[in-house]
């Protein structure tokens, strides 16, 4: 998560006309995104990460969408690598949803984890207004998912019996 608000952090400043700042943010969030995902996506076997966390993967292409994002408003223009890390992030997107069966048993009950999947879909939707609206669509329809299901199974997530709302109870 740090990695991605060095990039917000980089498109803010661009907004403000801090050019400089916007590039210095920039750089911090790419090195440290390259440092992050070499060492993440090469050890991140799905045996590895416990079921009820692998909808946390798809936080590996919100990086890319959000520094895409972030490089549009600093250049003004979505230029060559705007571009190149939209399709970096598409990429990575691809090929987690062509693994359903990486997260078959992490969807089984609801998880506060699930919550994952709304931010990258959605970074990577604003980012792709300039391509297709599928994925705009995709990522409303997922958000409307959770958020019923959330309404729906508020119990499971919060059960009465939780000895951290209890705590916070009594104190």
């Not at 520094?67 to 250049?75: G, K």
């Not at 990575?92 to 949803?97: A, M, Y």
Request: aromatic residues 14%; positive net charge; proline residues 4%.
């Amino acid at each position: 998560m740090s990695v991605i608000g060095n990039l917000v952090g980089a498109q803010a400043a661009a907004n403000m006309g801090w050019k400089e700042r916007a590039v210095c943010l920039f750089s911090l969030g790419m090195v440290h995104y390259l440092v992050l995902f070499v060492t993440l996506y090469q050890r991140s076997g799905g045996d590895r990460l416990p079921v009820l966390l692998r909808p946390v993967f798809f936080l590996f292409f919100a990086a890319p969408s959000v520094a895409s994002l972030a490089s549009e408003f600093m250049v003004g223009t979505f230029d060559t690598a705007s571009k190149m890390l939209f399709f970096l992030s598409l990429v990575l997107f691809t090929s987690l949803i062509c693994r359903p069966t990486l997260f078959r048993r992490s969807m089984r009950r609801l998880n506060v984890a699930w919550w994952a999947y709304s931010f990258p879909i959605t970074a990577l939707a604003l980012l792709s207004t300039n391509y297709m609206h599928l994925l705009l669509a995709l990522s409303v329809l997922v958000y409307l998912f959770l958020t019923f299901f959330t309404l729906l199974n508020s119990k499971m997530l919060l059960p009465d019996n939780d000895p951290i709302i209890a705590s916070l109870l009594i104190s």
